[in-house]
């Protein structure tokens, strides 16, 4: 990752055009907090872009607060006086300058090896939590997404339901640790008409969607232990992948069924043709409306394409991957992010 990426960040400078050019005043007034880690290539695709709008940026990687990094938020006399935040043998941030904030991909507290009892721990993790929670509330910025809206828009028993109520089709679903409500399910559509998914995966425990198979179906009991996402199975003619910035939409359709493993295109998506594609006007208002109700300003939904030309929502994670996406049609997804930050970075200096 470059170096704008460290806690000093850099303000580079370079030519811009049109609407995104910002002005050098802008530029030195504005400052764009990008919540991350070293290890996101999104983000450091995002700051080449941003470097070349001529805007400073800084990554906060969480996982150095509380040790590294300190926060000094003070009221004096009924006022906030000051929001700081501190790297350890480093210059400091003053949030008062930050115009816009990336909430990208907002890493977990490590706390020191010396707090070694876990009630200590669990103390100190949740005042750090209420510390930095209560930090993006005060901030008055231009958010990509906030955090209150990003976590509640990734829940997908909640997101399923908006994206119904915004016109887009759903697949039937059952989430549920209820073994006899499986059962019923299976029976309804069988199992070769079933997948079934996990809410959310690590680099420890990832899982794939899967079409429920024989084994399976002997340890359906095993439900009751954590509920688990069943849904009709969709056919594909192929998948697509719909990136939100703004009011700006990139879809692209992924040729899954052309790969070994036609359940989840994230398996074999090295080897599927992706390539844009063009969305049906009455689709693309569905997904505006759905950003519109979740309050997102950045989205990447899943849908799939059925061979009878039905549109259907999977999905959407509001802080989804893209690269693949731009790597095989061109499509300058990063430009529109690091665009859409400093442009509403700047008006909201400017107010």
């Given amino acids: 990752m470059s170096s704008t990426t460290s806690w000093r960040g850099t303000a580079g400078r370079g030519e811009a055009s049109g609407r995104a050019a910002l002005s050098e005043r802008a530029a030195r007034a504005c400052l764009i907090l990008i919540v991350s880690s070293e290890r996101d290539e999104h983000a450091a695709a995002v700051a080449t872009e941003l470097r070349r709008l001529g805007v400073e940026q800084r990554l906060l990687d969480l996982a150095q607060f509380p040790e590294r990094i300190g926060l000094v938020l003070s009221y004096e006399g009924g006022a906030r006086t000051s929001v700081l935040l501190r ?94 409500e499986v059962r019923r399910f299976l029976a309804q559509r069988g199992p070769d008409g079933t997948i079934y998914k996990a809410f959310s995966a690590t680099e420890q425990e990832w899982r794939e969607t899967r079409l429920v198979r024989d084994e399976e179906l002997a340890v359906l009991d095993q439900v009751r232990h954590a509920p688990v996402i069943f849904q009709e199975y969709v056919p594909a003619r192929f998948d697509l992948r719909v990136t939100i910035v703004g009011d700006e939409v990139f879809a692209a359709a992924i040729h899954s069924q052309d790969t070994e493993y036609a359940f989840d295109f994230r398996i074999d998506m090295h080897r599927a043709r992706i390539e844009r594609h063009e969305l049906p006007t009455e689709v693309a208002a569905g997904l505006a409306e ?42 300058p997804i990063s430009a529109a992010v690091a665009r859409t930050l400093a442009n509403h970075a700047e008006h909201r200096k400017r107010s």
């Fill in 290 to 331: 759905l950003m519109r109700q979740l309050g997102l300003v950045y989205g990447a939904i899943d849908m799939r394409l059925t061979p009878d030309g039905r549109y259907v929502f999977l999905e959407i994670n509001p802080a989804g991957q893209w690269l693949f996406v731009e790597a095989r049609t061109g499509q």
């Fill in 87 to 180: 790297g350890v043998g480093e210059d400091e941030i003053d949030l008062a300058r930050v115009g816009a904030v990336w909430y990208r991909r907002p890493q977990p507290f490590v706390l020191a090896p010396e707090l070694s009892r876990p009630s200590h721990r669990t103390f100190a993790y949740n005042e750090s939590h209420e510390a930095i929670a209560g930090l993006w509330q005060v901030l008055d910025v231009f958010w990509m997404n906030h955090p209150t809206r990003d976590e509640v828009a990734a829940r997908k028993a909640h997101q399923l339901g908006v994206a119904a109520a915004s016109g887009l089709a759903i697949p039937a679903t059952l989430i549920t640790n209820d073994p006899s």
